[in-house]
Every structure is written in structure tokens, then in C-alpha cells.
């Protein structure tokens, strides 16, 4: 059957592309992924690998019981996800959290998705709208689409593309690192997949310390905007750190630099002020990324204020931060149940372009329209996952569940969940959600198992 089959094409083969390739083509559906990179560069990628990460190396939580990411993590996995398969095997420790050596991760998808007989990768960019001889597209391009794609669906919808800022977190070589000051260790000891319950470096401010630092913070020299950049805001979860400074002398040590659950072997009779923690980047274990430190400042400006850190006073940075602009639609007005663009159902849109916010949800987005399409191809009915489910969660979200006139990225969260019937709290509420989400994504698998046979 495969045979007579049309191919969907699929542009971008970022984390949302390559997932919903792998799905279409592992349900028999023949792809052909449309990459621009090395053709056409973007302001955030290097090499021309499939999936790169641009920014953490983090899928945050692995906790599949009481963390919605890691229920989301689980579900994914559940159903045959390679972003998660190649995740996992390339996972790097990270306490509770899954993180990756972003470059055999990258060359594991690149190599997984090249490989495969039902798929062809082609590169050079899509500009505008894709052709009509194209019947099923998927649009997977990320929030770095390019301008004419961007405007021929800006055109085509009516609607102005919401945008909002990414930044980029710095990298230092651990050789650099002074570990008379610094140490080894996760949150409450937690080792996490792949973790021993050390696995971040921490480096510990006393008070006048960290307000020197937030003072350099506050007045450090930052790039300057564009004029079509002036009055893009920022994404509440990827703050740049000296924007979280400018917020309060405190909003620092009670967000990314809480010093809760750690103890400075160097000084235990003394609790830290605040932390800095500084998470493995790679799996030779010689890169680390200041966690929570995207950033805007100068090149100089980082390196000068970011050496005032305990422990980094002679840092080597093997990357500095970045800035890039991020573009989302309006999705609850512009997306029907199953993805399809209301304005023109042979287009659907996956990934962080939808206005899901994160690596993980970017990837469920992609699994979820790959698998749309190859029903739809398949000439099967297509059934949305359960709204109980992580994945039906932030599909109902980005699909409708939102307020179309303040729609804003979302990460999934708990609270995306229809409640659970009973008045437990805590975090037995949380398992309740999860234990019920993963009862009724295996319902949903296996009626979708007895369809296609």
C-alpha cells in the first residue's frame, strides 16, 4: 500500500519535524522533510543536524508521577517517540531531570530519521505558502520561521503572528571551574535517570556578593533592538537573567538562584545566600551551562559579570549567550482539534509555533500531528487523545482550551488537566493525574492498535 501512497511533507526538522517524520513514516507513510539549514542559516543554529538544540540541554523533570513533563516524557514514550529514544540514550546527569549531550542527540535523530527507507530529507527553504500539489503538510518550522513563510501565512490567516524573545544560556569548560570553591551536587541529593545525586556544580554568594552581582546585572550593556524587534515582549518562562534582576533585588535568590536543598562543603556551618548552578552540557562531562542564565548582555559584559560568580572567577566560556526572536500563532483561533489551519486543512502546524513552550511539549506537538496525518492518509478516522492525557492536555490548550485574545506559550502543567473526582491534594493529586493520564493514553493505544489492524 505504501506503494500508492502520497508522501506528507513536512517543513522543518527541528524536534517537532523530525518527530511527527518518525511517526508518519513508522505507520507507513511516506515523508518528505524539508530542511533549509545548511541552505538558508537561522540566528540560533550552528550545524545543520536534525533536531539541534539551540538553547538548555534540559527536558526538564523525568518524573512520570508527580511532574507533568515527565508524565508528559512517559506518555511519549509509550508511543514509540524517537525524541525520547534518542534522549534517553544519550541522557547526561542532571539530578531529577533528563538532559542530553546535545550533539550525539542530534546525530542520533539526524541519523535515525536519514536512514529510514520511507523518508527523504530535502534542503533549501520553503518560501511562502507550500506548493498546492502538496495536499498534506505539516509546517514544523519553529520559532525561527522564515520571514516569507511567515508572512504568506500572516496573509493567508489575517491574523498577526504573536512574537516574543528567546534567549540563550552560556556554556563554560568545567576545567575552568575552581572547585576550591565550587561543588558537586544535586537538589536534596536527588540522582534523577543517569544521575548519582551530584550532578550540578554549585557556586554559593555570600549577601554582599550577590548584591554586587545583581547591581552588575542590572547595569551591564545589553545588545541593542532591532527596529521590527522594539516592542517584542519576552516569554515569561525564558527570561533573560538581567530582566529577572531588574524585578527585584530578591527575584533571583527565589528563582533560578534558590539555595534551598544544598549544603557548600566548603563552608557547612554557613547556608548560601543564593546559588548558581551549573548543569553537565555534554556526556564528556567538559561542558556546563549556567542553568536559568539566558541572557542579552554583551559578549565583554557577559564575560566580565558573570566571572564575579564564586567559583567562576576565571571562567572559560565555550559559548556566551545569545538573543533571538520567537514567532507563534494565535493557535485557539487559527487551528482546528486535529492541527489543520482553519483557513487551509491540507496545511497543519506542529511544534513551538503552535505556542507550546518547550522541547518536550514542541516534540508532543510534532508526534501528535505526524500521527494526525498518517490516519488521514491512511484513510482512518483520527482520534485526538484523551483531554486526561499530558498529551490531549496541550493539544486542548493550543487548540481551543486557551483565550484566543490573551493566548500566550504554555508549558503543560497540572493545571491544563480536567480535575480528578477526588479531593485529594498535594502531591497524591499529582499521582492521581498521572496514574489516570497513562491508564487513558493506553486505552487510547490500543483502540488506535485494533483500528489499524
Partial sequence: MTDTLRPVHIVGGGLAGSEAAWQLATSGVPVVLHEMRPVRATEAHST???????????????DAEYNAVGLLHEEMRRCGSLILRAADAHKVPAGGALAVDRDHFAEA??????????ITIERGEVAGLPPEEWDSVIVATGPLTSPALAEAVRGLTGEDSLAFFD??????????????????????????????????????????????????????????F????????????????????????????????????????????????????LRQDNALGTLYNLVGFQTKLRHAEQVRVFRMIPGLENAEFARLGGLHRNTFL???RLLDGALRLKAMPRIRFAGQVTGCE??????????LAGRFAAAERLGRDIA??????????????????????????????FGLFPEVETRIKGRERKLAYSR??????????????????
Fill in 48 to 62: 545543520d543536524k536534525l533536531a539541534e538544540l539551540v538553547c538548555s540541554n534540559s527536558f526538564r523533570s523525568d
Fill in 109 to 118: 535523530v539526524t541519523e535515525a530519521i536519514s536512514t529510514h527507507p520511507l
Fill in 167 to 224: 534567549a540563550i544560556a552560556p556554556i563554560v569548560y568545567l576545567e575552568s571551574v575552581d572547585l576550591s570553591k565550587a561543588w558537586f551536587q544535586s537538589r536534596y541529593d536527588k540522582p534523577g535517570p543517569g544521575g548519582t545525586g551530584k550532578d550540578y556544580i554549585n557556586c554559593a554568594f555570600e549577601k554582599d556578593e550577590y548584591r554586587a552581582f545583581i547591581e552588575a546585572l542590572r547595569t551591564g550593556e545589553t545588545v541593542d
Fill in 226 to 277: 532591532k527596529e521590527w524587534e522594539a516592542n517584542t515582549p519576552y516569554f515569561e518562562g525564558c527570561l533573560p537573567i538581567e530582566v529577572m534582576a531588574e524585578r527585584g533585588v530578591d527575584t533571583l535568590r527565589y528563582g533560578p538562584m534558590k539555595p534551598v536543598g544544598l549544603t557548600n562543603p566548603h563552608r557547612p556551618e554557613r547556608r548560601p545566600y543564593a546559588v548558581v548552578q
Fill in 330 to 332: 494565535n493557535s485557539p
Fill in 358 to 367: 518547550g522541547y518536550v511539549e514542541s516534540a508532543a506537538v510534532g508526534l
Fill in 384 to 413: 485526538v487523545p484523551p483531554a486526561t492525557t499530558a498529551l490531549g492536555a496541550i493539544l486542548g490548550h493550543i487548540t481551543g482550551g486557551a483565550n484566543a485574545e490573551t493566548f500566550q506559550p504554555m508549558n503543560v502543567n
Fill in 436 to 453: 489516570r493520564a497513562l491508564a487513558d493514553l493506553d486505552g487510547w493505544l490500543g483502540r488506535r492498535e485494533s483500528d489499524a489492524a
